[in-house]
């Protein structure tokens, strides 16, 4: 008996294992036409390689994979196979904290392995699938593996990505990390041509390829609070820093993180930072907050505080001066 032959049985075995609860070893010999000494045999093999291969007591005996201290490799079958990844590309964009991450390793790590073939299937049932609720922005969950496998293993990745005179540049980036608002995917890395960290949109990104050139670890931001600040920031024309009278924590549930950064201020007060293209939605966004607030910056936010005020009475039915502009 060869040494192949030995292992393509020993994973029979397992996958048998892995199939039903319990075998007698009369049966699993029958299925692997070796006799009942050979079983025993493969049985120490697995147990050696961490599998916890247990024997049933009772009339015939027999074995049962159990759970152990670790997780050893998993096998699956064609169905397995698909039904396993198509559920993780769903996954992959969960809102429930630390599954969009762990999904999107086990995708990379079963997409490495898997046929040709079995992508195809893959493809086709997610291609056929809408969700009710999901994402604004709608991300290929190829990019998504793609980039992963780019993070874990440590390579540059390049990219179209439009400038901002909306002209596609080529972009060459260290990636470090990806990040979701619930609405939105983000990357953080390291712009080889701009020395500079940056964050990019990956609905925006075009002609993604992951090279094989490694880079060697830097330090860098904290991922989170990098993206937060690019999001909550820097594409919009007025950023707004307001105090509310309520803890960081309690603001936190009312503010979404892509909507506004909160800071810890004092005696009870929060830091709020908020941007918007317009001074008038801001106001009225901020109206909504049940809280006491004080606008820091800037001042244009105060006025326009004002006229929304002013518009609030006159819908309530007070008696006001007309909205001077």
Same mark, same amino acid.
């Given at each position: 008996?060869?040494?192949?032959?030995?292992?393509?049985?020993?994973?029979?075995?397992?996958?048998?294992?892995?199939?039903?609860?319990?075998?007698?070893? @009369? !049966?699993?010999? *029958?299925? $692997?036409? =070796? &006799?009942?000494?050979?079983?025993? +045999? %493969?049985?120490? /093999?697995? #147990?050696?390689?961490?599998?916890?291969?247990?024997?049933?007591?009772?009339?015939?005996?027999?074995?049962?994979?159990?759970?152990?201290?670790?997780?050893?490799?998993?096998?699956?079958?064609?169905?397995?196979?698909?039904?396993?990844?198509?559920?993780?590309?769903?996954?992959?964009?969960?809102?429930?904290?630390?599954?969009?991450?762990?999904?999107?390793?086990?995708?990379?790590?079963?997409?490495?392995?898997?046929?040709?073939?079995?992508?195809?299937?893959?493809?086709?049932?997610?291609?056929?699938?809408?969700?009710?609720?999901?994402?604004? @922005? !709608?991300?290929? *969950?190829? $990019?998504? =593996? &793609?980039?992963?496998?780019?993070? +874990? %293993?440590?390579? /540059?990745? #390049?990219?179209?990505?439009?400038?901002?005179?909306?002209?596609?540049?080529?972009?060459?980036?260290?990636?470090?990390?990806?990040?979701?608002?619930?609405?939105?995917?983000?990357?953080?890395?390291?712009?080889?041509?701009?020395?500079?960290?940056?964050?990019?949109?990956?609905?925006?990104?075009?002609?993604?390829?992951?090279?094989?050139?490694?880079?060697?670890?830097?330090?860098?931001?904290?991922?989170?609070?990098?993206?937060?600040?690019?999001?909550?920031?820097?594409?919009?024309?007025?950023?707004?820093?307001?105090?509310?009278?309520?803890?960081? !924590?309690?603001?936190?549930?009312?503010?979404?993180?892509?909507?506004?950064?909160?800071? %810890?201020?004092?005696?009870?007060?929060?830091?709020?930072?908020?941007?918007?293209?317009?001074?008038?939605?801001?106001?009225?966004?901020?109206?909504?907050?049940?809280?006491?607030?004080?606008?820091?910056?800037?001042?244009?936010?105060?006025?326009?505080?004002?006229?929304?005020?002013?518009?609030?009475?006159?819908?309530?039915?007070?008696?006001?001066?007309?909205?001077?502009?």
């Amino acid at each position: 008996m060869t040494v192949e032959a030995t292992t393509e049985r020993v994973l029979r075995l397992l996958a048998l294992l892995q199939r039903r609860l319990s075998w007698t070893a @009369a !049966e699993l010999a *029958a299925e $692997l036409g =070796v &006799t009942g000494r050979c079983v025993r +045999r %493969d049985v120490q /093999r697995l #147990r050696a390689l961490g599998y916890p291969v247990h024997a049933v007591s009772g009339v015939g005996g027999g074995y049962r994979l159990g759970a152990g201290t670790r997780l050893p490799p998993l096998l699956l079958d064609d169905e397995e196979a698909i039904a396993t990844a198509v559920s993780l590309r769903l996954a992959s964009g969960s809102t429930i904290a630390g599954a969009s991450e762990a999904a999107l390793r086990a995708l990379a790590k079963l997409d490495q392995v898997m046929p040709s073939r079995l992508r195809a299937e893959v493809r086709a049932v997610h291609g056929s699938t809408d969700t009710l609720i999901g994402p604004v @922005a !709608e991300i290929d *969950a190829e $990019l998504l =593996v &793609t980039l992963a496998r780019a993070c +874990r %293993d440590g390579v /540059r990745v #390049r990219f179209h990505y439009p400038g901002r005179d909306g002209s596609e540049q080529e972009r060459t980036v260290e990636p470090i990390r990806m990040v979701t608002t619930g609405r939105r995917w983000y990357l953080m890395a390291w712009d080889a041509d701009r020395a500079d960290w940056r964050t990019f949109r990956l609905d925006r990104m075009r002609a993604v390829l992951a090279t094989t050139w490694r880079f060697p670890a830097r330090e860098h931001p904290d991922p989170v609070s990098f993206v937060q600040r690019a999001v909550t920031g820097a594409p919009y024309r007025y950023l707004a820093r307001v105090r509310v009278h309520a803890p960081p !924590e309690r603001l936190r549930e009312v503010v979404p993180a892509q909507v506004g950064r909160v800071e %810890d201020d004092r005696d009870g007060w929060s830091v709020l930072l908020v941007g918007g293209d317009s001074l008038d939605w801001l106001a009225a966004h901020l109206a909504r907050l049940d809280h006491e607030m004080e606008v820091l910056e800037p001042p244009g936010l105060r006025e326009a505080a004002g006229r929304l005020a002013r518009r609030l009475a006159g819908l309530a039915g007070a008696t006001s001066e007309p909205d001077a502009r």
